[in-house]
């Protein structure tokens, strides 16, 4: 036994590393491949031999990493088109459980290919400061045309900074080294707004690649029937050659042409469909929404009941919200924490104020209660109030819904649920959606559900235990006490406990830890209550904990267990 186990752990771990590199080997087996397809083109084909020999390599590597930037500025739009990923996915279920996974990733793919067009972007600039010397020092007075430059030994910084194509290079080089550095995690964290507006910088940058194309540096030659290439070092006299194919090998001299731009070919159609994408988005931002209820919890979450007409939305899915007496241009996602249903329209999001535009977006809202209403509001934290008078004063617009993998919950045997602090709202709606249906006594294909809330201080999950325990006492009378297992881990101070344990206090104490759980600890666990099962395990929260997540679904597990990870990846 011992043998064949192990040989199954060496198969699960080269599955593992497989699985794990795919998409890095996919992405960079189409980037190598356009890449040499360029290179060898403008090596080896004969209408490019005069460019050849004088300019080199650097020719090659500049044409390769430039059809590498053309391809990559191409996929790189397709992420953000938010409608058109939502479209395939909910097309059909086949489809949407055969790309769902990988649509997830769509925030993965944008990074990397800019990544990809960062590197291919640093070689191509490289390459042609090396052309541009070479056009400076290889000046050749037999074919004028094909020179850059104007004479020999010309400064080839000249050149550069006067013409179509250097220009409009330095000026792409001055975006997208603009747009990187806003894209930091401490930058886009310290100023939401520099990131969002500084990316929208894209459409320039795309109108100065189209416009790079026309500078004609890049010629080619066009009459290889009458002037074969490098003829013209054969003797003048030509009566004494024996021309023995029958071609006019050298009746005229060479003629050239500046290649056709080809940028507009590859991101006309990306353009299309987020040309499309943005109308959807303008047309949704005339639809009306009213906002019913603002209840302030503690631990600056702020939850927000709305209504909007013909609005439907699943379990896991999340909106865009607008505010524009914060920001006229400005969106950021919210994870749908109540959906509407038949009975109610009405949907909620949690708001926690982290930057300065939910910040902003908070005092906005609550700015017109009364002094004698904020005190009245801190007295009933724990229920709520109705703040309807103020919702014709502050306009939101909700753009949505878009899917997210926690909709496929459902479609596990098992499902591990794991949340650290404000990360919980997703699961708000997957449980609320829960209780309907075992209300309504639904079937289910899950059969067990795990959840685990990891919280600085108690407090900050106050609201969520109370849905939780009407869940488990809906549960308990059904006769599946074992059907949600949930666990509480908390890292603040212990007098935390004593504080807030009184109102449920068998049901939350029991299940109340504090300190950080034992992930290896956890995942072992599932796996003997559930041997030979494939569970699905759903996270959103603190990035650290990912990787801790993701070793531990790629472990082996002697029950036979096999863990897929999901995450919340809102774009």
Known sequence: MAKPLKIRKILHKLLAIFSLSFGPVVMSAVTTAVFLRSYYKYKYRPQYYYLYTMLGESLCWSRGSASVLCVSCCFVILPMCRN???????????????????????????????????????????????????????????????????????????????????????????????????????????????????????????????????????????????????????????????????VAWCSEAPMFKADEPEAWMWCVGPLFFYTMERLIRAIRSFQKVKITKIIDHDDGVLEIQMKKENFTAAPGQYVFVNCQDVSRFEWHPFTLTLCPSTEDSTFSIHCKILGDWTERFSHRLLQKLSQEDQRQLTSEVHHGRNFSDIAPKVKIVVDGPYGSPFRDVWSYHVSVCIATGIGVTPFAAVLNDLRLK??????????????????????????????????????????????????????????????????????????????RPSWKELFDRVSKENPRTKVGLFYCGNQKVTAVLKKNCRRFYVAGTKFTFNKETLT
């Open 438 to 515: 075992v209300k309504s006594r639904s079937s289910l294909k899950l059969r067990r559900l795990y959840f685990v809330l990891v919280c600085r201080r108690i407090k900050s999950f106050h609201w969520f235990v109370e849905l939780l325990h009407s869940i488990h006492v809906m549960l308990w009378e059904a006769n599946r006490s074992d059907f949600l297992i949930c666990n509480f881990y908390y890292t603040g101070p212990q007098f935390q406990k004593e504080a807030y344990t009184k109102q449920y206090e068998r049901w939350l104490t029991s299940r109340l830890h504090q300190n």
């Open 84 to 246: 058109v990923l939502s479209f395939v996915r909910n097309s059909s279920k086949d489809i949407g459980r055969f790309f769902g996974r990988l649509l997830d990733k769509n925030i993965w793919f944008h990074q990397a290919c800019a990544v990809i067009i960062i590197v291919s972007a640093g070689i191509h600039i490289a390459a042609h400061f090396v052309n541009a010397t070479r056009f400076s020092t290889n000046y050749s007075s037999k074919f004028k045309d094909i020179n850059f430059a104007s004479y020999h030994n010309q400064n080839p910084m000249e050149f550069v900074f006067t013409s179509v194509a250097g220009l409009t290079g330095i000026a792409m080089t001055l975006v997208l080294l603009a747009m990187v550095l806003t894209s930091v995690t401490a930058v886009r964290q310290a100023s939401y707004e520099m990131f969002w507006y500084s990316h929208h910088l894209f459409i320039v940058l795309f109108l100065l690649l189209f416009v790079h194309g026309l500078g004609g540096i890049i010629k080619h030659q066009v009459n290889l029937d009458t002037h074969s290439p490098g003829c013209d070092s054969i003797q003048t006299n030509r009566s004494n050659i024996v021309n023995t194919s029958q």
